[in-house]
């Protein structure tokens, strides 16, 4: 505004258009309220299940290239999804047609883009079942919102504080902790993984105690693709009066959240793997968790007052969302997140176990293959190793063949070493990858491995 005050979660009176693809409005909210159309416009799934992969496949452009002269088969989601059509779109259209800074003006284009970036806020709001948009804070990504947590309760950790972490965690939810040991004397606390990828819920109960502060746990392990029972957790270091931090940023994928069933006091994601553009995520948090952290970076927008003696701070969440914000991959994100809420979760779940089992049935019995994480309800995740091979030179033989997959360490180092591997393939199936896809990959690996025997 013209003396300096913001103009924040403006009326969503276009919403309710939006959500049917229609109605009148800016190009922006046009082609935002194609999304949710586009995702319901399927047809049944081949298997009865009310899913047809074919159909959402066809919606990602990057699907039908080809790479080394063979189609392109991607299975990389765990480290990056690949981009529906609708987010594309809705980005360009923005850029295109209505596109200015949020919050601090009151011309047209502002108020349309503030629109956008704030109905963005309440469909993440509504994606995690948060009481409230105001408990959606916007970061870089999955990493930054573990770091803005990890600063705000560093201020008054002690030495011998203790945060307890799990061997199967990211890196990203490692080194923030390993950073309050080095400067605070907090002290890092293991819970350990079992034979088959299953975290150790006994040994965990063991580890939380008085000095316990924060408990850190993935949702979905993006190696073993072992879900957690996050809840138990949360039980568990709650009446301890710690806190739980989760990273979700391969539960939002695949495990429908919910964050107050959950009763995680924060849960963090990142937009890239939810088909959405890179450079953005979230932080949800409990609004006494939230209120209870300072500001994490300083700057315009998350100030009530500026002057010479004093400076006064925004309420949550805009309090932690310093300077302009990520305007256009907040809206490419809520394109995405309604994109892929058009489909029913639990057939999209699983189409994509389905996939999984079909290649490790192909794999079962060759001595030379050997699959890393394999709990009950595990995610359709395969991380592996081939005998005689490294999984550098599997993944860029499986290249040739078109097949994309991740090689190396994961951003798990501990759990590599907890398994005995300086290196690991990793396949990571998603809702566009179908069962030619996973046949197309076995080949491709059996050929690798008849090239290294």
């Known amino acids: 505004m013209a003396d300096g005050s913001v103009v924040r979660n403006p009326p969503l009176s276009g ?39 074919y159909a959402a496949r066809a919606q990602f452009p990057i699907l039908s290239r080809r790479v080394n002269g063979k189609p392109l088969v991607y299975l990389d989601s765990a480290a990056s999804a690949q981009k529906p059509r609708a987010v594309i779109e809705a980005m360009t259209a923005a850029m295109e047609g209505s596109y200015a800074n949020v919050h601090r003006g009151l011309h047209t284009m502002a108020n349309e883009t503030t629109e956008a970036f704030e109905a963005a806020r309440e ?140 009763d995680a006091d924060f849960y963090v994601f990142t937009g890239h793997k939810l088909y959405g553009p890179t450079g953005i995520g979230g932080l949800y948090g409990k609004r006494e968790a939230l209120e209870a952290l300072p500001p994490y970076q300083g700057g315009g927008e998350m100030i009530a007052t500026v002057e010479e003696d004093r400076v006064t701070y925004a309420p949550v969440p805009h309090r932690f969302e310093a300077g302009t914000p990520p305007i256009l991959e907040v809206i490419g994100l809520g394109v995405a997140i309604d994109w892929m809420t058009g489909f029913d979760h639990g057939a999209v779940a699983a189409h994509e176990q389905g996939v999984y089992e079909h290649a490790r049935q192909r794999l079962a019995g060759l001595n030379w293959f050997r699959e ?82």
């Not at 229609?22 to 159309?37: D, I, V």
């Not at 504080?161 to 939810?173: F, L, R, S």
């Not at 190696?223 to 739980?244: E, K, S, W």
């Open 123 to 262: 469909t993440v709001a509504r994606f995690l079942n948060a009481e409230s948009a105001d408990q959606i804070v916007w970061t870089k990504g999955g990493t930054e919102a573990i770091n803005l947590v990890a600063a705000g309760i560093g201020q008054s950790i002690q030495p011998g504080d203790e945060i307890i972490v799990t061997q199967m965690e990211h890196h990203a939810n490692i080194v923030p902790w390993h950073m309050l040991r080095e400067a605070r004397g907090a002290v890092l606390r293991w819970a350990p993984v079992l034979d088959d990828g299953a975290l150790d819920m006994a040994a965990l109960a063991a580890l939380i105690g008085p000095r316990t502060r924060l408990v850190a746990v993935t949702h979905m392990s993006n190696v073993l693709g072992t879900i957690n029972d996050v809840r138990a957790i949360a039980d568990l270091a709650h009446a301890a009066g710690a806190l739980v931090l989760v990273d979700g940023c391969q539960g939002a994928v695949h495990c429908a959240p919910d964050v107050q069933a959950l």
């Open 15 to 53: 919403e309710g258009d939006r959500s049917k693809g229609g109605g009148g409005g800016s190009p922006l909210t046009l082609a935002m309220g194609q999304a949710p159309s586009n995702a319901k416009t399927r047809s049944p799934s081949p298997d009865g299940g009310g899913f047809d992969p």
């Open 372 to 453: 890393i994480g394999t709990a009950q309800g595990k995610g359709a995740i395969m991380t592996f190793t081939v005998d005689g091979a490294h999984a550098h030179d599997i993944a860029q033989v499986m290249d040739r063949y078109g097949v994309a997959v991740r090689a190396g360490l994961h951003c798990a180092e501990p759990l590599s070493k907890r398994f005995g591997v300086t290196s690991s393939a990793r396949a990571s199936f998603a809702l566009y990858n179908t069962t030619e896809d996973a046949d197309v990959f076995v080949d491709a690996l059996i050929k690798a491995r008849e090239f290294f025997a």
